[in-house]
């Protein structure tokens, strides 16, 4: 398998929506992870802070996105994030990439649950609090190389 | 003899005429004669001509004569982009800006319906947006060949996702459409450009409209229809509030022009939060930003300012009872030109502009929503915070004749009662009493200075709200 330079694996000029859904405040992880995604060549369209479900998917419609990225670090993700895959397909986005990531849910919580909940919703995937960004981009390149196959997304 | 100027604007009801002193940059006189641009323009010229003349005792020979239009329906367009509030809502303001009359607007992918619906329209041009660059291009292209595919025969500018422009100008440019490519109305997700796409559509206006409308036909008679009389008017404040090079302007300012079919707000302003904490939301908005209510005008619309704000609240204001204001209305909208003869009608005509006035500025305004979030209250602003703006004009009829224009103006000023609209708090009031900012905004083309000049000196002050 060829190795894939910095720059140059697949989903290089991808475009992602990012933004940190709700009435959630906390910016500054998904500034971090906005920054290394652009630096690995992932093309990024921020929206920010306290950004309804709607305006992700409406960004996503007019940008051609591949991706859309959504972070939650208040606790109240689950509420916020039901139904986003259902707007999704609603929009005419039914096979596009979804993940979420950050403090998704109140107190201590087992993960494999929670992210089980978030993938029951339609996430592609769900990241737990410390994810790294480097996995983040390695998995949208494994997910972006499956779905050159014709999957939907990587085994792993 | 000094150089003169003049200065024509075809309205859909009266053509007027000001001739400018150049070097004095004062006006020497104004003329009126009617609109006969369904007929043959040159006679409504001609009468205006004959007036000024007849007003001055002569007739300058003009350096330049330059025009507008709002005659024959203005500039009658529809606008098509891809997310009502992204990429359509672009398209929307840059054609406001252009000076159109925004006769449809359409989102997402064109349907049948709509198709009909835009040939049935018969618009004079249609802007077509759609995908931010890199972005979607189906869509637009699409679109593109739908409009292709129709009976339209009226100029395209497409500006859209840059990828996508091209197919979609050819698509339109095969099936014989005149069409023309201008730089994406959203080239980014979030920012927009609507000056491209605005000098194109005034382009456009100059090479085709005029002659459509029949305009051309007095082409002997002046040298150039620059643009629609919206955009000229724009054009004015736009000049007013940023000045020449080495003579500065009035700043950031608020122009509001109550007429008888709509209500125009335009902004020069960037419109910044002016509050602490606030958190802007929503689309960019143009330094140079024109809205136009067209619910609200003070006769053929007359009925919809009374419905929007109750019949007995303009009764009330207007210190008429429901059953006289309801008569007056009858009559207004049987004769749509008609002026305030009695008391009555003058009080009911106040009462009207400040209800529109009201409702006008308010949504040109930003707004402030309070969202309720875990680490507390949030205000975020949509919209222009247009609170610090220390300059509002008046035009348009019922301002610049009517008495009490100062007076009715204010009621586009702050209320505390609505702490959550920015409207202007406490600005310096003028009024465009000699109808002049469109003579500015066309005078700017060739003369800036003497149009600055000229405008500073004749928007009359009328105080301001600190009392």
Known sequence: MPVESENNGPGRGRTLVTGVIGADTHIVGNRILGMALEEAGFKVVALGALTPAEDFVKAAIETAADGIM???????????????????????????????????????????????????????????????????????????????EGRQRAET | MTAAALLIDFGSTFTKLRAVDLEAAHVIGSGQGPSTVTTDVTEGLHKALGDLEHRIGWLPDFKHRLACSSAAGGLRMVTVGLVPELTAEAARRAALGAGAKLTGTFAYRLTEGDMHRIE??????????????????????????????????????????????????????????????????????????????????????????????????????????????????????????????????????????????????????????????????????????????????????????????????????????????????????????????????????????????????????????????????????????LSDIKVLIGTGGVLAHGAGGAAMIKCCLADPAEPHTLRPRAPDLYLDSDYLLFACGLLNDKEPEAALTLGLRHMHPVGNNVS
């Open chain 2, 120 to 385: 049935s329209i018969g618009p004079d041009i249609i802007l077509l947006a759609g995908g931010t660059d890199g972005g979607n291009r189906e869509v637009i292209v699409e679109n593109a060949k739908r409009l292709a595919a129709s009976s339209l025969a009226c100029p395209v500018v497409v500006a859209g996702n840059r990828d996508a422009a091209d197919e979609a100008a050819s698509a339109l440019a095969r099936a014989g459409k005149p069409v023309t490519v201008a730089g994406n109305v959203m080239p980014e997700f979030g920012r927009l450009d609507v000056e491209p796409a605005r000098a194109a559509i005034r382009q456009v206006f100059i090479d085709r409209i005029v002659h459509a409308k029949g305009i051309d036909r007095a082409a002997a008679m002046f040298d150039v229809v620059l643009m629609p009389t919206p955009a000229a008017v724009l054009e004015g404040a736009r000049l007013l509030a940023d000045g020449v090079k080495g003579k500065p302007g009035l700043g950031p300012l608020v122009v509001v022009d109550v007429g008888g079919a709509t209500t125009d707000v335009h902004s020069v302003a960037e419109g910044a939060p002016t509050r602490e904490g606030v958190v802007p939301h929503g689309l960019p908005e143009p330094v140079v930003k024109r809205t136009v209510e067209g619910d609200l005008g003070m006769r053929i619309n007359a009925k919809a300012i009374a419905e929007a704000v109750g019949f007995d609240a303009i009764a009330v204001a207007a210190d008429l009872d429901q059953a006289r204001v309801r008569a007056l209305f009858d009559k207004l909208t049987a004769n749509v030109e008609r002026l305030p003869q009695s008391d009555d009608e003058r009080r009911l005509d106040r009462a009207l502009a400040e209800a529109a006035l009201r409702i006008a500025m308010t949504r040109h305004a930003g707004t402030i929503t309070i969202v309720q979030t875990v680490t507390g209250p949030v205000s975020i602003q949509t919209g222009k915070d």
């Open chain 1, 70 to 148: 959504v972070s939650s670090l208040y606790g109240q993700g689950e509420l916020d994030c039901r139904g986003f895959r259902a707007l999704c397909v609603e929009a005419g986005l039914d096979d596009i990439l979804l993940y979420v990531g950050g403090n998704l849910v109140v107190g201590k919580q087992d993960w494999v649950g929670v992210e089980k909940r978030f993938l029951d919703m339609g996430f592609d995937r769900a990241f737990p609090p410390g994810t790294r960004t480097a996995d983040v981009i390695a998995a949208l390149r494994r997910d972006f190389a499956a779905r050159a």
